[in-house]
């Protein structure tokens, strides 16, 4: 046996209830190394790595750890043998300190007390020796989602972990704070820490990683050296064809003015200062108008104010010259005006219903889904299958599935569904492809342009900078709750828009955005 290899995983294979999530995989991971695990969304990516930190039991194959077996059966057997494992949603107390969920189930104690100094000088030096900057004594609920990962990186460093599992690390974060997370794991490779990195971005892996082994649909593809492979190459593995990463589109044609917003002014839950400022503009049928800037900058706030979820303090919104600034959520949905959210757990979805219960949530009680009151099951189940089928909705038992027990990707891919097919006038799109893997935006993205070119008004609100060129007809830029600049991704270039949204360039845009 070459002793290489920190980590074998040979032959696993795990089946759940309708699904062979890993299908005779195999993955090896050498000391010191960045190993990334790509595949599309259900692939058997976090099945896999779950499997590893002890969460799920394989049905069968064996791990090895420097060359021994050895049976991981829960998360505690893991931190025994010096594996550590950073989440997708974060698993921290959001009412304790950084230092409090670092130390959260190795608490030192002198006697019979809890003695934290050790514990915080200890934190304080891991923070500054890989370059993390993180306060100790604050509370998880002040501080960003960025800090909170590197909060869970201390955790793994903090046990003495020497495999370092990243689930998704980079899907919640901002361009700056990947930019970031991406020196820190460099860092920890050199230090001798050995890492597997699941993950779809491929810009990441080509930046990052020294090898890479590729799932497609549980099953195990290949692995190769990142050295001698290219993005394209990359792609072709996890979704068995080619992937443009070019949208196709035709110049759009827009027509009369679908929304208006006036002088939008929306509050902020954070603070004292108001998150949207006096915003302007309009979107008309047949274009797509994207919303583009950093995490933070009054987005959230805004599209909540726009679909209904929370209550504007200044200003009018006019939709098909009908003011609905006060009307219900319900009200704006039955008008015309589709929502894919954010946040798809809290906004997108009832976790514990089924899937195909989830795609009728807003239609039910329409004649083709009800009748005397009763839902006619026989319609809603023809419907939802139409959409699995249509959207390639993956999961173990079709439309019975619950919506808790698919894939990220997948849960996406069911509100892009249902929200598409309700025909529109208006569809607002807020990072429709987060999460997603090359084959799946594609998709996603054409829909958008179908949308578009079928006379629809179009509202993207994005954080991906490439999504932003490609599919926006016209970009507003939103800095600290204002629109500060209107662009062309005809004629901009990325650095410019960068500019914009980091708030270094501003135009005075005019009052009535057309």
């Not at 830029?477 to 960068?498: A, N, R």
Request: aromatic share 6%; net charge neutral; hydrophobic share 35%.
């Amino acid at each position: 046996m070459d002793n290489d290899y920190i980590i074998e995983m040979l032959n696993i294979t795990k089946e759940f209830p309708g699904i062979r999530a890993n299908d005779n995989v195999t993955l090896q991971l050498k000391k010191g190394e960045i190993h990334a695990l790509l595949g599309e969304n259900g692939a058997g990516k976090s099945t896999l790595m779950s499997i590893l930190f002890g969460l799920y039991q394989p049905t069968s194959g064996t791990i090895k750890k420097n060359g021994e077996e050895v049976k991981i059966n829960n998360p505690n057997d893991a931190n025994a043998l010096n594996i550590g494992m950073v989440h997708q949603h974060f698993k921290l107390v959001e009412c304790f300190s950084v230092l409090d969920n670092i130390i959260l189930g190795v608490e030192p104690t002198k006697g019979l007390f809890l003695s934290k100094k050790g514990a915080r000088d200890k934190v304080v030096e891991l923070s500054n020796t890989y370059g993390l900057q993180v306060n100790p004594d604050a509370l998880i609920s002040d501080i960003t989602v960025g800090m909170q990962q590197r909060t869970e990186i201390l955790k793994m460093l903090y046990r003495e972990n020497e495999i370092l599992i990243f689930d998704e690390p980079t899907a919640v974060l901002t361009p700056q704070e990947i930019d970031e997370l991406m020196k820190i794991m460099k860092n920890l490779a050199k230090e001798g820490k050995s890492i597997l990195f699941i993950t779809h971005k491929l810009n990441e892996i080509m930046a990052v990683a020294d090898r890479c082994t590729i799932l497609r649909k549980g099953k195990y593809i290949g692995t190769v050296e990142i050295k001698g492979t290219t993005k394209e190459e990359l792609s072709r593995m996890m979704v068995g064809r080619n992937v443009s990463f070019k949208v196709d589109k035709k110049p759009s044609v827009p027509g009369e003015t679908v929304l208006k917003v006036s002088g939008m002014t929306v509050p902020s839950k954070m603070h004292k200062n108001d998150a949207v400022k006096n915003v302007s503009f309009n979107v008309r049928k047949g274009e797509i108008v994207c919303i583009a800037g950093i995490d933070g900058n009054g987005q959230t706030e805004f599209v909540h104010a726009l679909t209904g979820l929370e209550k504007v303090t200044g200003g009018s919104i006019l939709f098909k010259d009908r003011d609905i600034t006060k009307t219900s959520i319900r009200e704006r949905s039955k008008s015309g005006m589709s929502h894919i959210p954010e946040d798809r757990h809290k906004h997108g979805l009832v976790l514990d219903y089924t899937l195909e219960q989830n795609i009728v949530l807003q239609r039910y009680w329409e004649p083709e889904f009800q009748k005397g009151g009763f839902i006619r099951q026989g319609a809603v189940r023809n419907y939802a299958n139409k959409l699995i089928e249509q959207y390639d909705v993956r999961s173990g038992q079709g439309p019975l599935t619950t919506a808790r027990s698919m894939s990220g990707g997948n849960q996406q891919k069911a509100i892009i569904a249902r929200e598409i097919d309700r025909d529109p006038e208006l569809l607002v799109a807020v990072q429709p492809t987060r999460g997603l893997d090359v084959g799946a935006i594609e998709y996603i993205h054409s829909q958008l342009v179908a949308q578009r070119d079928k006379g629809k008004a179009v509202l993207l609100v994005s954080l991906e900078l490439d999504e932003v060129m490609d599919v926006s007809d016209r970009i507003l830029v939103m800095y600290e709750g204002e629109i500060v600049g209107q662009l062309d991704p005809k004629e901009t270039t990325v650095e410019e828009l960068g500019l914009y949204m980091a708030g270094a360039k501003r135009d005075k845009v005019p009052e009535e955005v057309v």
